[in-house]
């Protein structure tokens, strides 16, 4: 039963929530009419708009987006799985997917898989129960078990932050070998001959570390030292693993980092033993993040393109969720070295 307080808001006794029927009954209209000013404004006239609005607002009411999904098989929700929220790495693409979905009537769920996959099949079967228009994922999915889940599922998929010829749906990102090749071939064309790698354990990383050996093993270098750090990295990571690589007494004048916080964590380091960046070791990051560039010394590092990625994952989700044809369902962004003052 719906009774009136003294401000002239409808209330439920008992548990109950506001209902379309309420708002109907103080908007002097049917529900149907209520329904389609909701949901088909240009079907009503804008007198009768104007009545559910002020209904709408005096009650609170908020419609029941599952029930109207379900009449439409459309649930205007988004879900997105990164490795975590903690890390500054993903939230530029995070930004833009959000923003970009928004702008097209949709919302962003999202869920932390971790960089160890362990859950991600448990989050796939979770995001699958509920049904969104779209899946985002970073990274490839690498579970057998996931992948065929998500095929069987027939929602549209976007995996991100990686490349494969062979993707589950469709796909924006890059390639990190590459990425890893080109952070060998900046440090060797300045000159440096002794480097070492600092990377994180995750698999994105360890692409990265692979393409920077291949790279550097084809200038005729040496094999290149690796540390290795649990992801997600952090500053003290980075000088932890600098400390530990002068202690075993590692020739170094250069570092490839996976990440800018290793980066930034490898040249506080230094600096706290007196060593001088770039005049005693060069330093180069990956992401670009916001810090880098004012970083001291400036960090040079591996731009990302995260709002471009963020922003072609919305498109290709809503335009399949309209029924457009996606033709190129593999976009590779690729990425630039931004040259700084660290190396």
């Not at 000159?191 to 994105?204: E, S």
């Not at 932890?240 to 007494?249: H, K, Q, V």
Request: glycine share 12%.
């Amino acid at each position: 039963m719906t009774q009136r307080n003294q401000s002239g808001r409808a209330s439920r006794r008992g548990s109950g929530g506001i209902t379309l029927s309420d708002v109907s009954k103080l908007a002097g209209v049917s529900a149907i009419t209520v329904s389609r000013a909701l949901n088909t404004p240009e079907l009503v006239t804008p007198e009768t708009r104007e009545k559910v609005r002020l209904a709408v607002e005096r009650t609170g009411y908020v419609p029941n987006l599952l029930a109207g999904g379900l009449a439409s098989n459309r649930s205007r929700l988004v879900a997105a799985l990164v490795p975590t929220i903690a890390g500054p790495v993903f939230l530029e693409t995070i930004q833009a997917l959000t923003e970009a979905l928004a702008d097209k009537g949709y919302q962003l769920m999202l869920g932390q898989g971790g960089y160890n996959n362990a859950r991600d099949d448990a989050l796939i079967d979770a995001i699958v129960g509920r049904r969104p228009d779209g899946i985002v994922l970073t990274g490839i999915m690498r579970s057998a078990d996931g992948r065929r889940r998500l095929l069987a599922s027939g929602i549209p998929v976007v995996e991100t932050w990686d490349l494969t010829p062979t993707p589950i749906d469709m796909l924006v990102g890059f390639s990190h070998e590459r990425a890893g090749a080109a952070t060998a071939q900046c440090l060797h064309r300045k000159g440096y001959r002794k480097p070492v790698i600092v990377t994180g354990d995750d698999q994105r990383a360890n692409l990265r570390r692979q393409g920077f050996e291949q790279a550097w093993k084809g200038l005729g270098g040496d094999a290149v030292p690796v540390r290795e750090v649990p992801a997600p990295t952090t500053l003290g990571s980075g000088r932890e693993a600098l400390s530990a690589l002068l202690a075993a007494g590692a020739d170094i004048d250069a570092v490839a980092c996976s990440s800018d916080v290793l980066a930034h964590g490898v040249i506080t380091e230094a600096q706290a033993r007196g060593m001088r960046v770039p005049g005693d070791m060069g330093v180069i990051g990956f992401g670009d993040l916001g810090f880098a560039q004012h970083a001291h010394p400036a960090i040079t590092t591996v731009r990302i393109d995260g709002t471009g990625i963020g922003r072609q994952a919305a498109r290709f989700i809503v335009d399949r969720a309209e029924g457009l044809e996606v033709a190129e369902k593999v976009v590779d962004l690729g990425f630039s070295l931004i040259e700084r003052e660290s190396a």
